[in-house]
């Protein structure tokens, strides 16, 4: 952790100076303050002061800053210069945030010390001013030595004031990789079904930015009784014994290590947090004990569907994920006939042909040894698809060298035979049974019609 200040960039300084010419105090707060210290990137900078939001507005323009009223009933105004922007808020302590964006009701406040209160977690609640040092008037400091996630103050009150904190704490564990204090984490656990006010986009975006976390697996184990409140069908996973050699871990700890080990995208991480979640449902053991989850992909893309519904996300999204949980186990061989059916299974999609390969490898390694051959696998497959990519063979309806027009010049009537036609002419291309070219693929319509 730095010691020696932090750095400011040059608009930042000129917003606290702009603030403080115009005889205002000004501070940076919150998490620009905590990141620069972790040295981490910074991707937003905030600004508290003393100063009201029409005096703080006038003294940015006077500076040369445009300044928009963003959020003026809580204080706040943001100002930028040169593509830059910042945001001024006056000091002040917050009411409840029912929308979890902004408190419903703010009470002005004269000084820095009863802002930092208000805050959420210690680490967040530091101020710091290129003059005057670090102002930490909690253990914000010594928290982000000891990578402790604590709330500030009565931590049952301050989540049950506002149920987003409850979520930012699991969130902040899985981004900077720290431990939530033990009341901290009690409270949470306490406060979660709170979460059940809170809008499903306020979810759906903290549990984004939690599952692209760098260490999310630990996370995801220490916060599993609190994301159980708005996803149920989880509980189950926890602590799952799997009865058989292929796992080393319960089926929630498998999910966890998968969604470590899979790809850095939102769609990886939610078909890596959901792939397995039907396994609890469709176990059973056979004669010898061993334990079966005949057809769970089924199961878990059921309940996928319905936490993905109710967490209100893009019906587009919710359908690339459902379709590589239900088909995240499928056998698929190392080679070009194989994986060329499963990309025209994918509408020809190569990156979410990508993303299974790159589920079936976070799979494979949360798995027991057992499990060497689907990691190689996973890698072969890649190598496979990046072979029929640059051999331009045809793996998607697009691709084939006739179309609906073809077909219908051939007197098939417009209607669900057409594309049934085009599937089974793909079909034979795949299978090699056809060449892609247009007077064979004509010809083969014509007998199928
Ligand atoms: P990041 O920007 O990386 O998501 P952050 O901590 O900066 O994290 P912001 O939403 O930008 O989060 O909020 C800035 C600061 O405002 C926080 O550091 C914290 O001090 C305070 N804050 C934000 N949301 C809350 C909240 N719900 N309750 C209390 N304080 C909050
Ligand atoms: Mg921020």
Redesign the pocket.
Known sequence: MSRFGIDIPPFAQMALRALETAGHEAWL????V??ALLERKV??Y?IATSARWQEAETALIAAGFTVHRTGTAHGTVTASLNGNTIEVTTYRT?GA?TD?RHPDNVTFVSTIEEDLA???FTI??MAYHPDRGLLDTGSGQSDLETHTICAVGDASKRFAE?S??VL?GCRFAS?LGFTIEPTTLAAMKKEKTGLLRMSAERITQEMD?LLLGDFVHDALMETVDVLVAFMPEIAACRGFDQHTPYHIYDVWEHTAWVVQYSPKTRLARWVALLHDIGKPAAFYTDANGCGHFFKHQQLSTILAKSIMERLLMSPAFTAQALTLVRIHDRQIAANPRSVKRTLSKLDGDVGLFRTLCGIKRADALAQSELSEPRLKLSYELECVLDEVIASNDAFSLRQLAVNGNDVLELGVPTGPRIGELLDLALDAVIEERLPNERDALIAFLGAQR
């Open positions: 707060v919150g998490g620009c905590r990141d991707h937003d905030d917050d945030y979890g208000r805050r959420d967040n609640a506002d987003l904190r930012r981004q930015k």
